[in-house]
């Protein structure tokens, strides 16, 4: 497994053209077998922001799994307003 916070890991080339493709913008690893994968990737004619966890598979690939969240790229200020509070709450209660 990878610990990018690039297109490196991406299930496809980071410089993929093709419009179906996702393009990965951050890894983190989660735990032994599973990453957290944040990539753009359009669908139904929308661009998606997903946040998924990835598990490694029988043949070493990540693949994704169902956990996580995908949300028009319109939203993400606000997503970005939710994942400030949580960080914000969760410093409150280890201070």
């Known amino acids: ?4 916070s ?12 093709t419009a179906d493709e996702m393009k990965v913008v951050h890894t983190f690893v989660k735990n032994s077998f599973d990453e ?3 990539y753009l990737q359009p669908f139904k004619g929308n661009d998606l922001a997903q946040i998924r966890v990835f598990t490694l598979g029988a ?3 990540m693949r994704p799994t169902k956990q996580g ?3 028009n790229v319109r939203d993400l ?19």
């Open 59 to 61: 043949d070493d690939e």
């Open 1 to 4: 497994m990878s610990n990018t």
């Open 77 to 95: 200020p606000k997503l970005a307003e939710a994942v400030a509070a949580l960080v914000a709450a969760a410093e409150a209660r280890t201070s």
């Open 36 to 38: 957290v994968w944040a």
């Open 69 to 71: 969240i995908a949300i």
């Open 6 to 17: 690039n297109g490196g890991v991406s299930a496809t080339s980071a410089e993929a053209t």
